[in-house]
């Protein structure tokens, strides 16, 4: 007799940023030469004073069960840090300490969805969004951006968008995939919608320290009070710091949804790892030079992968202002045959990309929009000089 399983379970689908990555692992290690642009991580290692804080946690014996919401010493840090760089005045009872980005938003959904409330997303999404809110019981409401106004969403569409079930936006700037940034007078606008409409605002800020061409990051909820009460800032180490397998996420908010938060995360995780705590608040109080160099190389390889994708035939990319990917567009591609391959999807470009260029990207079905892939420049110079001239090669010498 079978097993009955979860509905909700059998309905989520894999990462397919993760797929990919596996597909290139395993030719790797039969050894294919692969080149990677599809991992979403800074290929520098963490700043050695963090590095040092975290053995100085082990020596010490600071590895036990901390406070399930995180140490006193690190919510203070995360508000010093948030008042300096963000203009936003929080307490401690204000922060949660989660298992990395992806559990803050988790738990946020987690804490203000109803079964069938709406979340309004943009398109090309972040890959787990669209899961995250269903896992939570809530519905997707998509929402198509275009290339020429940098994937970015208004108010007019927002407000097509919007039904009597909205209960949030989720809000990503800079953004992954499309390295867009919103400015303040469009973050303005989208803060008075949200106040006339009473919607709650998911601010994920991850990349808000890796940003170019004299942009500069602006927290929604820096406003005023109204849009505050209505937002929930996500935040986290792991890009600006180079710790994603710290898996330090923080959350901003109203302390009635953080109080919910702090109950959610009590019995699914508990407390984040202590080690990890204690060398984020180094990370955040520390000097910051080593972020500042890691943004300055990030500046280089964007303007140099943005050069090289646009001298090749039938691709196309806009110059990121933020983070570390670029959506490359390649539909005067799709129904081309290549090297015997019928480019009809995103997923056969990328497919042809690893099987006859040794290149691995991700299709950008995977955020929602299949007329493109995304590649992250978190590599070296040498690598992205020589990607693209695979890529180049595998289309033009066809």
Known sequence: MSIILSKKGLAIEPSVTLEISAKAKALKQQGVDIISFSVGEPDFNTPENIRDEGIRAIRDGLTKYTPTSGILELKEAICNKLKKDNYLDYHPNNIIISNGGKHSIYNALMAILNPDDEVIIGVPYWVSYPDLVNIAGGIPVYVQTKEENDFKFNVNELEKAKTNKTKAIILNSPSNPTGSIYTEDELREIAKWAVENNIIVISDELYEKLIYD?????????FNDEIKRLTIVINGMSKAYSMTGWRIGYTAASEEIIKIMGNIQSHTTSNPSSIAQYASVVGLEGDQTSVEEMRIEFNKRRIYITELINSIKKLSCKTPKGAFYIMV?????????????EIKTS???????????????VPGI??????????????????????IKRIKDCIENN
């Open 366 to 387: 995977a955020f929602g929009d299949d007329n493109y892939i995304r590649l992250s420049y978190a590599t070296s110079m040498e690598n992205i000089k020589e990607g």
């Open 347 to 361: 997923l056969d470009f990328a497919n042809l990309l690893l099987e006859k260029a040794n290149v691995a990207v």
């Open 214 to 222: 004299g942009y500069k990051h602006i927290s929604i909820a820096s």
């Open 329 to 341: 567009n390649f539909s005067d591609l799709k129904g081309k045959v290549i090297h015997g391959i």
